[in-house]
Protein backbone atom coordinates (compact mmCIF):
# COMPACT_ATOMS: atom_id res chain seq x y z
CA UNK A 1 0.00 0.00 0.00
CA UNK A 2 1.38 3.02 -1.14
CA UNK A 3 0.54 6.54 1.05
CA UNK A 4 0.13 9.81 -0.07
CA UNK A 5 0.66 12.69 1.66
CA UNK A 6 -1.78 14.31 3.47
CA UNK A 7 -3.18 10.83 4.42
CA UNK A 8 -4.73 9.48 1.19
CA UNK A 9 -4.06 5.86 0.41
CA UNK A 10 -3.64 4.01 -2.50
CA UNK A 11 -3.94 0.52 -2.91
CA UNK A 12 -1.95 -1.82 -4.61
CA UNK A 13 -1.42 -5.55 -5.08
CA UNK A 14 -2.98 -7.11 -1.99
CA UNK A 15 -0.98 -7.91 0.97
CA UNK A 16 -0.78 -10.52 3.87
CA UNK A 17 -0.83 -8.63 6.84
CA UNK A 18 0.60 -8.85 9.96
CA UNK A 19 3.56 -11.42 11.69
CA UNK A 20 1.55 -14.68 10.31
CA UNK A 21 2.41 -14.82 6.62
CA UNK A 22 0.32 -17.79 4.19
CA UNK A 23 2.14 -20.94 4.11
CA UNK A 24 2.69 -22.03 0.58
CA UNK A 25 -0.30 -23.27 -1.00
CA UNK A 26 -2.58 -21.80 1.32
CA UNK A 27 -4.74 -19.14 -0.09
CA UNK A 28 -7.23 -16.44 1.35
CA UNK A 29 -11.21 -17.83 1.56
CA UNK A 30 -12.92 -16.08 -0.75
CA UNK A 31 -16.31 -16.69 0.87
CA UNK A 32 -15.65 -14.36 3.68
CA UNK A 33 -14.63 -10.73 3.14
CA UNK A 34 -14.25 -8.07 6.07
CA UNK A 35 -14.02 -4.18 6.29
CA UNK A 36 -13.28 -2.44 9.69
CA UNK A 37 -13.85 1.44 9.69
CA UNK A 38 -12.41 3.87 12.35
CA UNK A 39 -13.64 7.22 12.12
CA UNK A 40 -11.47 9.50 14.78
CA UNK A 41 -11.53 13.07 15.02
CA UNK A 42 -8.47 13.82 11.98
CA UNK A 43 -8.86 10.65 9.62
CA UNK A 44 -11.78 7.83 8.60
CA UNK A 45 -9.85 4.80 7.80
CA UNK A 46 -11.10 1.58 5.73
CA UNK A 47 -9.35 -1.57 5.66
CA UNK A 48 -10.92 -4.59 3.50
CA UNK A 49 -9.74 -7.90 3.99
CA UNK A 50 -10.30 -11.76 3.80
CA UNK A 51 -8.84 -14.40 6.27
CA UNK A 52 -5.13 -15.84 4.88
CA UNK A 53 -3.70 -18.71 7.42
CA UNK A 54 -3.41 -17.03 10.74
CA UNK A 55 -3.68 -13.10 9.60
CA UNK A 56 -5.13 -11.55 6.36
CA UNK A 57 -4.57 -10.46 3.53
CA UNK A 58 -5.64 -6.68 2.59
CA UNK A 59 -7.87 -6.26 -0.48
CA UNK A 60 -8.36 -2.55 -0.35
CA UNK A 61 -8.19 0.62 1.37
CA UNK A 62 -9.23 3.76 2.02
CA UNK A 63 -7.91 7.06 4.44
CA UNK A 64 -8.79 10.66 3.99
CA UNK A 65 -8.14 13.39 6.75
CA UNK A 66 -11.66 14.90 7.39
CA UNK A 67 -10.71 16.98 10.17
CA UNK A 68 -14.53 15.78 11.59
CA UNK A 69 -13.41 17.10 15.28
CA UNK A 70 -12.44 21.00 13.72
CA UNK A 71 -13.15 23.70 16.17
CA UNK A 72 -15.15 21.18 18.58
CA UNK A 73 -12.99 22.10 21.59
CA UNK A 74 -14.43 25.45 21.28
CA UNK A 75 -18.02 24.85 20.47
CA UNK A 76 -18.38 21.34 21.70
CA UNK A 77 -19.92 20.74 18.53
CA UNK A 78 -19.21 18.99 14.93
CA UNK A 79 -19.46 21.64 12.27
CA UNK A 80 -21.62 21.44 9.00
CA UNK A 81 -17.69 21.63 6.62
CA UNK A 82 -16.53 18.91 8.49
CA UNK A 83 -19.82 16.55 8.37
CA UNK A 84 -20.41 16.91 5.17
CA UNK A 85 -16.21 16.71 4.33
CA UNK A 86 -16.40 13.44 6.34
CA UNK A 87 -19.94 11.81 4.86
CA UNK A 88 -18.33 12.80 1.49
CA UNK A 89 -15.40 10.13 2.63
CA UNK A 90 -17.74 7.74 3.69
CA UNK A 91 -19.87 7.12 0.52
CA UNK A 92 -16.42 6.37 -0.90
CA UNK A 93 -16.37 3.58 1.80
CA UNK A 94 -19.55 2.48 1.24
CA UNK A 95 -19.18 2.30 -2.36
CA UNK A 96 -15.94 -0.37 -1.58
CA UNK A 97 -17.38 -2.18 0.74
CA UNK A 98 -20.11 -3.08 -1.98
CA UNK A 99 -17.74 -3.73 -4.89
CA UNK A 100 -15.77 -5.82 -2.41
CA UNK A 101 -19.08 -7.74 -1.62
CA UNK A 102 -17.95 -7.05 2.02
CA UNK A 103 -20.20 -9.43 4.30
CA UNK A 104 -19.22 -8.71 7.84
CA UNK A 105 -18.33 -5.09 9.00
CA UNK A 106 -17.85 -3.12 12.31
CA UNK A 107 -17.85 0.47 12.12
CA UNK A 108 -16.05 2.90 14.67
CA UNK A 109 -16.47 6.34 15.58
CA UNK A 110 -14.46 7.97 18.74
CA UNK A 111 -13.53 10.95 20.20
CA UNK A 112 -15.21 13.46 18.11
CA UNK A 113 -18.40 11.80 18.11
CA UNK A 114 -18.20 10.44 21.66
CA UNK A 115 -17.17 14.26 22.95
CA UNK A 116 -19.46 16.91 20.60
CA UNK A 117 -23.39 17.52 21.91
CA UNK A 118 -24.28 16.38 18.02
CA UNK A 119 -22.63 13.48 18.24
CA UNK A 120 -25.18 11.26 18.21
CA UNK A 121 -27.53 13.31 15.40
CA UNK A 122 -24.25 12.84 13.28
CA UNK A 123 -24.23 9.07 13.06
CA UNK A 124 -28.28 8.92 12.45
CA UNK A 125 -27.43 11.66 9.52
CA UNK A 126 -24.51 8.85 8.33
CA UNK A 127 -26.98 6.14 8.26
CA UNK A 128 -29.69 8.30 6.57
CA UNK A 129 -27.32 9.29 3.99
CA UNK A 130 -24.94 6.23 3.45
CA UNK A 131 -26.68 3.80 5.21
CA UNK A 132 -23.38 2.94 7.14
CA UNK A 133 -24.50 2.25 11.01
CA UNK A 134 -21.76 3.19 12.87
CA UNK A 135 -20.91 2.90 16.69
CA UNK A 136 -19.41 4.69 18.94
CA UNK A 137 -17.06 3.15 20.68
CA UNK A 138 -15.87 4.05 24.11
CA UNK A 139 -12.17 4.88 25.42
CA UNK A 140 -11.60 1.14 26.91
CA UNK A 141 -13.01 -0.49 23.97
CA UNK A 142 -10.17 1.83 21.70
CA UNK A 143 -7.66 1.35 24.15
CA UNK A 144 -8.14 -2.68 23.39
CA UNK A 145 -8.80 -1.86 20.00
CA UNK A 146 -5.63 -0.20 19.58
CA UNK A 147 -3.70 -2.91 21.19
CA UNK A 148 -5.21 -5.91 19.85
CA UNK A 149 -4.07 -3.99 16.37
CA UNK A 150 -0.44 -3.57 17.43
CA UNK A 151 0.50 -6.20 20.05
CA UNK A 152 2.20 -8.74 17.50
CA UNK A 153 5.03 -6.09 17.35
CA UNK A 154 6.04 -6.59 20.98
CA UNK A 155 9.36 -7.64 21.71
CA UNK A 156 8.19 -11.35 23.34
CA UNK A 157 11.48 -11.10 25.08
CA UNK A 158 10.16 -7.91 26.68
CA UNK A 159 8.52 -8.64 30.52
CA UNK A 160 6.18 -5.94 29.62
CA UNK A 161 5.91 -2.78 27.00
CA UNK A 162 3.95 0.49 26.86
CA UNK A 163 1.58 0.67 23.82
CA UNK A 164 0.27 4.17 22.48
CA UNK A 165 -2.17 5.66 20.07
CA UNK A 166 -1.72 9.77 19.01
CA UNK A 167 -5.36 10.10 18.01
CA UNK A 168 -6.49 13.25 16.52
CA UNK A 169 -9.04 13.89 20.08
CA UNK A 170 -7.65 11.41 22.19
CA UNK A 171 -4.42 9.48 22.88
CA UNK A 172 -4.64 5.87 24.29
CA UNK A 173 -1.93 4.53 26.50
CA UNK A 174 -1.44 0.90 27.38
CA UNK A 175 0.24 -1.37 29.73
CA UNK A 176 0.83 -4.92 28.26
CA UNK A 177 2.52 -7.71 30.01
CA UNK A 178 4.13 -11.36 27.84
CA UNK A 179 1.76 -13.43 26.06
CA UNK A 180 2.06 -16.71 27.88
CA UNK A 181 1.54 -18.62 24.15
CA UNK A 182 3.99 -16.30 22.21
CA UNK A 183 1.05 -14.55 20.41
CA UNK A 184 -2.33 -12.75 20.88
CA UNK A 185 -4.27 -14.16 18.41
CA UNK A 186 -6.50 -10.68 18.84
CA UNK A 187 -7.07 -12.02 22.41
CA UNK A 188 -5.27 -9.67 24.80
CA UNK A 189 -7.17 -11.15 28.22
CA UNK A 190 -5.09 -11.03 30.56
CA UNK A 191 -2.38 -8.53 28.91
CA UNK A 192 -3.92 -5.66 30.09
CA UNK A 193 -2.31 -4.35 33.05
CA UNK A 194 -4.10 -0.77 33.12
CA UNK A 195 -4.52 1.77 30.47
CA UNK A 196 -5.55 5.28 30.47
CA UNK A 197 -7.57 7.64 27.86
CA UNK A 198 -6.18 10.83 27.90
CA UNK A 199 -8.83 13.20 26.49
CA UNK A 200 -5.63 15.27 24.11
CA UNK A 201 -4.84 14.54 20.62
CA UNK A 202 -2.93 16.56 18.04
CA UNK A 203 -5.79 18.32 16.85
CA UNK A 204 -7.22 19.44 20.12
CA UNK A 205 -3.66 20.17 21.56
CA UNK A 206 -2.81 22.39 18.54
CA UNK A 207 -6.15 23.83 18.37
CA UNK A 208 -5.70 24.79 22.25
CA UNK A 209 -1.98 25.89 21.41
CA UNK A 210 -1.28 26.64 17.96
CA UNK A 211 0.21 23.98 15.66
CA UNK A 212 1.52 26.89 12.33
CA UNK A 213 4.56 28.78 14.17
CA UNK A 214 5.23 26.13 18.12
CA UNK A 215 8.25 28.04 19.63
CA UNK A 216 10.00 26.26 22.42
CA UNK A 217 8.25 27.70 24.78
CA UNK A 218 5.17 25.96 23.25
CA UNK A 219 6.45 23.06 22.77
CA UNK A 220 7.16 22.73 26.37
CA UNK A 221 3.67 23.85 27.42
CA UNK A 222 2.22 20.89 25.54
CA UNK A 223 4.36 19.01 27.07
CA UNK A 224 3.50 19.78 30.60
CA UNK A 225 -0.10 20.34 29.88
CA UNK A 226 -0.02 16.40 28.69
CA UNK A 227 2.30 15.23 31.67
CA UNK A 228 -0.38 16.68 33.94
CA UNK A 229 -2.98 14.12 32.24
CA UNK A 230 -0.41 11.14 32.26
CA UNK A 231 0.67 11.40 36.20
CA UNK A 232 -1.88 9.55 37.67
CA UNK A 233 -1.21 6.75 35.08
CA UNK A 234 1.99 6.54 35.93
CA UNK A 235 2.04 6.73 39.43
CA UNK A 236 -0.17 3.71 38.67
CA UNK A 237 2.89 1.91 37.50
CA UNK A 238 5.77 3.73 39.04
CA UNK A 239 6.52 -0.21 40.53
CA UNK A 240 5.88 -2.19 37.44
CA UNK A 241 8.88 -4.55 36.86
CA UNK A 242 10.54 -3.39 33.38
CA UNK A 243 13.14 -5.80 32.13
CA UNK A 244 15.99 -4.90 30.09
CA UNK A 245 13.84 -5.81 26.96
CA UNK A 246 11.15 -3.08 28.38
CA UNK A 247 10.42 -0.91 24.98
CA UNK A 248 7.57 1.38 23.82
CA UNK A 249 5.52 0.69 20.77
CA UNK A 250 3.78 3.62 19.23
CA UNK A 251 0.96 4.44 16.38
CA UNK A 252 -0.08 7.25 15.16
CA UNK A 253 1.37 9.68 12.32
CA UNK A 254 3.24 11.54 14.55
CA UNK A 255 5.42 8.02 15.30
CA UNK A 256 5.51 6.73 11.40
CA UNK A 257 6.25 10.56 10.60
CA UNK A 258 9.31 10.53 12.70
CA UNK A 259 10.19 6.93 11.37
CA UNK A 260 9.94 8.12 7.70
CA UNK A 261 12.20 11.52 8.69
CA UNK A 262 14.63 8.76 10.19
CA UNK A 263 15.11 7.11 7.17
CA UNK A 264 15.74 10.29 5.19
CA UNK A 265 11.87 9.21 2.88
CA UNK A 266 11.46 11.47 -0.06
CA UNK A 267 7.63 9.82 0.05
CA UNK A 268 6.06 7.80 3.29
CA UNK A 269 6.25 3.70 2.54
CA UNK A 270 4.74 1.71 4.92
CA UNK A 271 6.56 -1.26 4.10
CA UNK A 272 9.98 0.70 5.33
CA UNK A 273 8.06 1.92 8.60
CA UNK A 274 5.88 -0.57 9.90
CA UNK A 275 8.11 -2.84 12.38
CA UNK A 276 10.84 -0.09 12.45
CA UNK A 277 12.90 0.31 15.76
CA UNK A 278 14.35 3.29 16.52
CA UNK A 279 16.29 3.47 19.66
CA UNK A 280 15.97 6.32 21.58
CA UNK A 281 18.74 8.87 20.13
CA UNK A 282 17.29 8.25 16.79
CA UNK A 283 13.95 9.74 17.92
CA UNK A 284 15.82 12.50 19.77
CA UNK A 285 17.42 13.30 16.34
CA UNK A 286 14.40 13.12 14.26
CA UNK A 287 11.78 15.33 16.36
CA UNK A 288 14.80 18.09 17.01
CA UNK A 289 14.62 17.77 12.68
CA UNK A 290 11.25 18.26 12.85
CA UNK A 291 10.91 20.95 15.02
CA UNK A 292 13.46 22.97 13.47
CA UNK A 293 11.50 22.87 9.62
CA UNK A 294 9.28 25.86 8.79
CA UNK A 295 5.87 25.17 8.16
CA UNK A 296 6.47 25.64 4.99
CA UNK A 297 8.82 22.88 4.94
CA UNK A 298 6.52 20.55 6.90
CA UNK A 299 4.20 21.06 4.16
CA UNK A 300 6.06 20.35 1.27
CA UNK A 301 7.79 17.48 3.44
CA UNK A 302 6.65 13.66 1.85
CA UNK A 303 6.29 12.04 5.18
CA UNK A 304 4.15 14.62 6.27
CA UNK A 305 2.14 17.16 3.85
CA UNK A 306 -0.05 20.26 4.16
CA UNK A 307 -2.68 18.48 6.08
CA UNK A 308 -0.72 17.22 8.82
CA UNK A 309 2.10 20.18 8.41
CA UNK A 310 -0.16 21.87 11.54
CA UNK A 311 -0.58 18.99 13.48
CA UNK A 312 2.73 16.82 13.51
CA UNK A 313 4.13 18.64 16.17
CA UNK A 314 1.30 18.80 18.66
CA UNK A 315 1.96 14.76 18.30
CA UNK A 316 5.67 14.84 19.30
CA UNK A 317 4.46 17.12 22.51
CA UNK A 318 2.49 14.28 23.16
CA UNK A 319 4.92 11.22 22.41
CA UNK A 320 7.75 13.47 24.58
CA UNK A 321 5.55 13.36 27.01
CA UNK A 322 4.71 9.78 27.02
CA UNK A 323 8.65 9.35 26.66
CA UNK A 324 9.59 11.20 30.04
CA UNK A 325 6.69 9.26 31.69
CA UNK A 326 8.13 5.91 30.49
CA UNK A 327 11.64 6.46 29.74
CA UNK A 328 13.09 3.25 27.31
CA UNK A 329 15.75 2.49 25.34
CA UNK A 330 13.82 2.18 22.27
CA UNK A 331 10.49 2.37 20.51
CA UNK A 332 8.67 0.08 17.82
CA UNK A 333 7.00 1.89 14.98
CA UNK A 334 3.90 0.48 14.25
CA UNK A 335 1.29 1.52 10.92
CA UNK A 336 -1.59 -0.60 12.20
CA UNK A 337 -3.78 -0.36 14.85
CA UNK A 338 -7.82 0.01 15.36
CA UNK A 339 -8.86 -1.28 11.77
CA UNK A 340 -6.03 -4.01 12.23
CA UNK A 341 -7.71 -4.43 15.89
CA UNK A 342 -10.95 -4.82 14.69
CA UNK A 343 -10.28 -7.63 12.16
CA UNK A 344 -8.49 -9.34 14.09
CA UNK A 345 -11.33 -9.58 16.64
CA UNK A 346 -13.88 -10.33 14.44
CA UNK A 347 -11.45 -13.35 12.39
CA UNK A 348 -10.68 -14.62 15.60
CA UNK A 349 -14.46 -14.54 16.73
CA UNK A 350 -15.61 -16.12 14.20
CA UNK A 351 -12.97 -19.29 13.84
CA UNK A 352 -14.12 -19.68 17.32
CA UNK A 353 -17.67 -20.04 16.13
CA UNK A 354 -16.86 -22.16 13.13
CA UNK A 355 -14.82 -24.37 16.03
CA UNK A 356 -17.77 -24.72 17.85
Not at 59 to 77: K, P, W, Y
Not at 116 to 126: K, P, Q, S, T, Y
Request: neutral net charge; hydrophobic residues 40%.
Amino acid sequence: MAQLAGGDEVQTAPQPHGDFYPQPGRRSDPRITYAALDLGTNNCRLLIARPFHEGFQIVDAFSRIVRLGEGLTQTNRLGEAAILRTIAALHICRDKMEARHVMRARLIATEACRAAENGEDFIDRVYEETGLDLEIVDREAEAHLAAAGCAALADERAESILLFDIGGGSSEVVWLNRAEDGHDCGNLRGRVKDWVSLPVGVVSLAEKFGGVEVSPGVFEAMIAHVEEGLANFAARLSRERRCQNFHLLGTSGTVTTLAGVHLGLARYDRRRVDGLWMSRLEVDAAMAYLRAMSYSDRAQHGCIGPDRADLVLAGCAIFEAIRRAFPARRVRIADRGLREGLLTQMMHADRARQKR
